[in-house]
């Protein structure tokens, strides 16, 4: 009876031994399957790379192994599991990249530290007996595309998950490096996460919430995450990093310009609503003016403390689009002030068009909210928390081996950037600036034919030339940000802007005291008129 217990026991070891064995080739062939699927998979908008990845990590997560940790490679995919207890006191991982021919040479290592806190969540909910923590290195990145084809360091993506938890907002960071032989000149560093059915068209976006990049030495990109999920380095051509030292001062004066000019497009505005005329559609126009530049400051300020990872995404993305449609507003304002311009000036003839003002109010308000719209409508991913790289030099040398993140609410996608930030912007200063030029001119051949030169003529000069340089011509500064230009272009641009309603301010309470002053020399005159016609 002993003899048919122990071989009983022994079929039963020798049946669990390859079952356990026979789980592991079913991950290893998975692995090796997804080589082989990756080409179609970057090249098909399809929902094959989410079910690939996913079914790689319920394999890792149901496979049966001993006491040292599970290790597979194929030719793109490295893949890792552990099993923890409640005790878990911290890991470090540290592992190569799968070899490729063209990589022989240049084997670059990346590594993973988890804290003692990744398990405490989970051990408090429920007394697990076992946690299984798994981590995927993927040497391409073939299955994580998405709408701007981001470019990432080596290609490489790194990816960790306990058992089915959602482990987040950690207190310690995970620590994510990546060591590589590149050169990083003319790039700046992010590291992101996979945000998983955060777009329409792919099955996720790269998003650097709840990362801080670092650079511990030049070979080095360091990431601390509060979260689990798939890491890389997103890689963004760029001038250099935002010196840190500037931003003290810089984040100063935007504070206090754009305070002030709050109040004063404020107190502008209160001024017109007390002492308005009716049919007066130039005054009209400057105050839309003055509450585009309102909110445009108003939500400048609150941008930055948005985006903090604490703060909703979705609260984010709106004040991101609320900040782009001020700034498109504003400009769009700008814009029509020099066509408005042209009309006064330019054209010799009164112009009369029917519901003007409500027509410029369509254009100034409508076209930036329906591009904005568009925008949310075809991408949402567009707006959201976006990174600015500071960098600090360190040891007394010129190279940048340093830096950190600062976010704000803004932007994110580099193509509607350069389009309906830099280009809008670019077309509504050149146009103000045709205009004035062309006005110039005019009023350079008024001045001519007046008799008496430098009265009225001159006053008009000045006047348009005040116009326009405080409608518009300011923003041209952001095209100056290279080379030795970059530091005076930096605070020249952030004084200008962040006082323009301040500025604006100045340019109401002069019209305002001229018109007066105009209106008592009129009445002078007319009271000397009459007081001759009676003698």
């Not at 925008?375 to 007394?396: F, M, P, W």
Request: with cysteine; charged share 15%.
């Amino acid at each position: 009876m002993g003899h048919h217990v122990t071989l009983l026991l022994c079929l039963c070891l020798v049946s669990s031994q390859s079952g356990a064995a026979e789980a592991v080739q079913e991950v290893l062939r998975w692995m090796n399957g997804m080589d082989v699927k990756k080409g179609r998979i970057a090249t098909a908008n399809s929902k094959s790379a989410p079910m690939l990845i996913h079914g790689l990590e319920q394999r890792l997560l149901n496979a049966s192994f001993g006491t040292h940790p599970l290790t597979l490679q194929s030719e793109t995919i490295q893949a890792l599991a552990f099993n923890l207890n409640c005790s878990f006191a911290g890991l470090s991982v540290s592992s190569d990249v799968p070899e490729q021919p063209q990589q022989a040479r240049t084997k670059v290592r990346h590594a993973m530290q988890f804290p003692k806190e990744l398990t405490q969540k989970a051990c408090k909910l429920r007394r697990p007996r076992r946690l299984r923590l798994i981590c995927v290195y993927f040497s391409t990145s073939h299955f994580f595309q998405d709408d701007n084809n981001s470019l990432l360091l080596h290609n490489y993506v790194l990816g960790a998950q306990l058992d089915n938890e959602s482990v987040n907002d950690l207190r310690e960071p995970i620590h994510i490096s990546f060591w590589h032989n590149k050169s990083l000149e003319g790039y700046t560093t992010t590291c992101v996460f996979w945000k998983e059915e955060a777009n329409k068209r792919h099955w996720g976006v790269w998003s650097p919430e709840g990362c801080r990049t670092e650079r511990p030495s030049d070979s080095q990109v360091l990431c601390r995450c509060n979260h689990l999920s798939y890491f890389a380095v997103l890689m963004q051509l760029s001038q250099d990093p935002l010196p840190a030292e500037l931003l003290a001062p810089l984040t100063y004066i935007s504070l206090v310009g754009c305070s002030v000019s709050i109040v004063a497009s404020l107190l502008t505005i209160l001024l017109y609503f007390l002492t308005r005329k009716k049919g007066d559609s130039l005054t009209c126009i400057h105050m839309n003016l003055h509450a585009s530049v309102l909110l445009l400051n108003v939500t400048f300020l609150l941008s930055p403390t948005l985006a903090v990872p604490s703060v909703p995404g979705p609260a984010c993305t709106v004040l991101a689009a609320t900040l782009h449609y001020a700034l498109l507003s504003c400009l769009t304002w700008t814009a029509i002030e020099g066509f408005n311009l042209y009309l006064l000036l330019v054209r010799v003839y009164n112009v009369y068009i029917r519901r003007y003002v409500l027509k410029l109010c369509a254009v100034g308000w409508g076209v930036p909210a329906f591009l904005v719209l568009l925008l949310l409508a075809i991408k949402s991913s567009v707006y959201g928390r976006h990174t600015i790289l500071l960098s600090s030099n360190q040891g007394g040398s010129g190279n940048v081996t340093g830096s950190q993140n600062v976010s704000m609410c803004w932007v994110q996608s580099p193509v509607v950037h350069r389009v309906l930030v830099i280009g809008y912007g670019g077309l509504t200063s050149l146009f103000n600036l045709v205009v004035l030029a062309w006005a110039l001119r005019v009023l350079r051949r008024l001045k001519a034919q007046e008799k008496a030169p430098g009265t009225r003529a001159c006053k008009d000069t000045v006047t348009v030339l005040g116009l326009t340089m405080l409608l518009g011509t300011t923003w041209t500064l952001a095209f100056f940000s290279f080379d030795i230009f970059l530091l005076p272009q930096l605070f020249l641009f952030t004084i200008f802007n962040s006082f323009y309603g301040f500025f604006l301010f100045l340019w109401f309470c002069f019209q305002r005291c001229r018109s007066e002053a105009e209106a008592a020399a009129e009445a002078e005159m007319e009271a000397f008129s009459s007081s001759q016609m009676m003698q």
